[in-house]
């Protein structure tokens, strides 16, 4: 039985999105929310079914609660194995999930809250270097915009507006920085 196309292996056709033309074969279908649309694109503006806009088709069963769960009485049991060192002392927490230490202002409060039961032996440590630029030296011949940085008597100033010949030390024209 014949088929009432033409195979259309030569065919010239238009991309739906930009408007170049392309052989009809190198066209692909669009797919949206997991439904084929009759919409051909070239494959520079094809692209792949974004997967969130799938949410919601699908039921998803993700309990948060825990069945039959226990407290953690692990910080209770370790009595004076390290959780209750001060700085300074030797050795760390043996056990528990109160050795882990949590930076500042923890959700909970930690140690502030909890009777020193939480260790915290984080500290920052680190060097602030030094920042070099280079500034290039008024100039009174230089047309100086808003923002413009110089040095100038072994000064650094900023511009807060335009000017030509008019010295750093001039605060109208001039900020020290």
């Known amino acids: 039985m014949p088929n009432n196309f033409a195979s259309g292996k030569f065919a010239i056709a238009e991309c739906d999105r930009c ?37 919601g088709l699908y039921p998803v069963n993700d309990p948060q609660a825990i069945r039959e769960p226990r407290p953690d009485t692990s910080y209770n049991s370790s009595g004076t194995s390290g959780l209750q060192l001060t700085p ?54 230089t047309s100086y915009a808003q923002d413009d940085s110089v040095s100038y008597s072994s000064g650094f100033y900023l511009a807060i507006k335009a000017s030509t010949n008019h010295v750093p030390t001039d605060i109208t024209y001039w900020v020290a920085n």
Do not use: H
């Open 88 to 141: 300074g002392d030797t050795g760390y927490p043996e056990g528990g999930s109160r050795i882990f230490q949590w930076g500042w202002y923890p959700v909970g409060g930690a140690a502030a809250n909890d009777g020193g039961l939480t260790p915290n032996y984080l500290t920052s440590v680190g060097v602030v270097g030094t920042v070099m630029f280079n500034v290039a030296a008024w100039d009174a011949t």
């Open 19 to 55: 408007g170049f033309r392309y052989k009809l074969t190198e066209l692909k279908n669009l797919v949206i929310k997991t439904k084929n649309v009759s919409i051909k694109v070239c494959p520079t503006c094809w692209e792949p079914d974004q997967p969130q806009l799938s949410l």
